[in-house]
């Protein structure tokens, strides 16, 4: 199963999938920013919380987590963490998804926890404002330090030594934003998750289609229900009497039959999509692509179903015209 959630720097959409035997995402970046984020998957097992006050009037209140899950792995972690603001609830046997923003350092800290079984999100911090905040704290201080320096110095103009801290500041702060940040830098990395997150996002979207032609199919075959029953009434009451109602409800079976079919055609060219975007992902690591005739196969199937999402198109305009819902129940 996918799962979709925001980054925690631009809130742009990250995708990741429930980790598997042949495939499973630990890594992903975001295509928008380039932060990257390591993703952990566990159960819950406790969740302990302790309420921390602030000691100072510049601190904000927290909450103190101990946790304990089970990862997809089946070992059981402990993670600590502290969270401002209302307190995030997790219960036993709730699946949970940890979000830890990676530097170049490889320092890992938690940006995001999200509970699958809620569907609540917390964002505990954002990696590109707290990386851009050290940057313009360190430029700030060498500027002041290079204003206090120039008051102490004798014979040296103060305005200058100020005007000449400027840059220095500058260069220093974007030094040091860039030593704070998240971002991968790595060109290799980058395209290598980017691709992942590109499938993973496309896979996204045909499950989605899916479910969405998966209860377009229940509701058809309801109408197509009883439609049939209807006509069965009217034949076995009049035939005769009801004969332009019967001409009425034999073009709504058929043009729903027709429907059903179209549905089913559609449904199966998702499935064929994202088996193979499976078994692209499970050899992405061995190879960058694949096979031109596999892509060209891919790229008629997608044509076939666009082809089929305008006939069924055309047929839900048919039924709207035969108007089914002011037939007699």
């Not at 972690?77 to 530097?103: H, M, P």
Request: proline residues 3%; charged residues 25%; glycine residues 4%.
């Amino acid at each position: 199963m996918l799962y979709k959630l925001k980054c925690p720097s631009c809130q742009s959409w990250l995708y990741n999938d429930a980790p598997t035997d042949n495939c499973r995402t630990d890594e992903v970046i975001c295509r928008q920013c380039h932060h990257k984020y390591k993703i952990i998957q566990l159960q819950v097992q406790q969740l302990e919380c302790w309420f921390t006050p602030a000691t100072s009037r510049y601190q904000k209140p927290s909450r103190r987590y101990q946790l304990r899950g089970t990862t997809a792995d089946g070992e059981t972690q402990a993670y600590q963490f502290s969270i401002s603001g209302d307190e995030f609830v997790a219960l036993a046997g709730d699946e949970l998804l940890l979000v830890y923003a990676t530097q170049l350092q490889k320092v890992e800290k938690l940006a995001l926890i999200n509970n699958l079984t809620t569907e609540e999100s917390r964002k505990i911090f954002s990696p590109r404002t707290e990386a851009r905040q050290m940057g313009v704290a360190t430029g700030a201080i060498l500027f002041v330090g290079g204003s206090l320096l120039a008051g102490l110095l004798s014979g040296v103009p103060a305005k200058a030594v100020s005007i000449a801290s400027v840059p220095i500041s500058g260069v220093a702060g974007l030094v040091t934003t860039k030593r704070c940040s998240y971002r991968e830098e790595n060109q290799s990395i980058i395209n290598s998750l980017d691709s992942q997150q590109q499938l993973l996002a496309e896979t996204f979207c045909r499950e989605e289609k899916s479910l969405e032609l998966q209860t377009e199919s229940r509701e058809n075959q309801r109408l197509l229900q009883r439609a049939r029953h209807l006509k069965e009434k009217m034949r076995h009451l009049d035939e005769e009497m009801y004969a332009h109602q019967l001409n009425t409800v034999n073009r709504a079976i058929a043009t729903l039959e027709k429907n059903a079919d179209l549905i089913n055609h559609l449904i199966e060219g998702h499935q064929w999509i994202i088996a193979t975007i499976e078994i692209k992902r499970e050899t992405l690591s061995l190879s960058n692509q694949l096979p031109t005739e596999t892509q060209t196969q891919v790229l008629a199937k997608l044509d076939e179903l666009n082809q089929l999402e305008q006939e069924k198109e055309s047929l839900k305009a048919e039924l709207d015209g035969i108007n089914l819902a002011k037939l007699p129940k």
